[in-house]
């Protein structure tokens, strides 16, 4: 983590001259200088909503502030239901993206029904606002 993070972080800067953001996912106390911190494949259930919460907290503890869980999940189909809860939980995480892989179902904000695309816009909105 760190051994990676740092010299990545500077090797980023010497190439185009300006600041830069680096995640990772292997961590090692004072990473979170260098980098962000992404919570790794999760999948589209529940507990991994809730559990996200709990990573968010233990990394802040750790000193890593800038952390984040892939929205929705990143294995299996979300449902509408999980997708637009996680959307306005994922909002107001530090690193917020909704990410699934490559075999998985469209989970963005504007694939699923107006009241869902509706909501996760004004949650972001208010992120931007507080930003």
């Known amino acids: 983590g ?3 993070a740092e010299p990545t972080r500077k090797a980023l800067r010497e190439v185009t001259g300006k600041r830069g ?4 996912r292997s961590t090692f106390p004072s990473a979170g200088y260098f980098e962000g911190h992404w919570l790794g494949d999760n999948t589209a259930k529940w507990d991994h909503l809730h559990k996200s919460i709990i990573g968010m907290l233990d990394f802040g503890l750790f000193g890593m502030p800038y952390v ?11 449902w509408p239901e999980l997708c637009q809860r996680w959307m306005l939980l994922g ?4 690193f917020s993206r909704n990410h699934n892989w490559v075999l998985g179902a469209p989970q963005h904000p504007t694939h ?11 949650a972001l909105q208010t992120r931007y606002t507080f930003l």
Request: charged letters at 20%; glycine letters at 12%; proline letters at 3%.
């Open 68 to 78: 984040g869980a892939d929205i929705c999940g990143f294995f299996y189909d979300a």
């Open 21 to 24: 953001i680096v995640f990772g």
């Open 2 to 4: 760190w051994s990676q």
């Open 91 to 94: 909002a107001f995480y530090p």
């Open 112 to 122: 699923w029904d107006g009241a869902i695309a509706d909501a996760a816009r004004d």
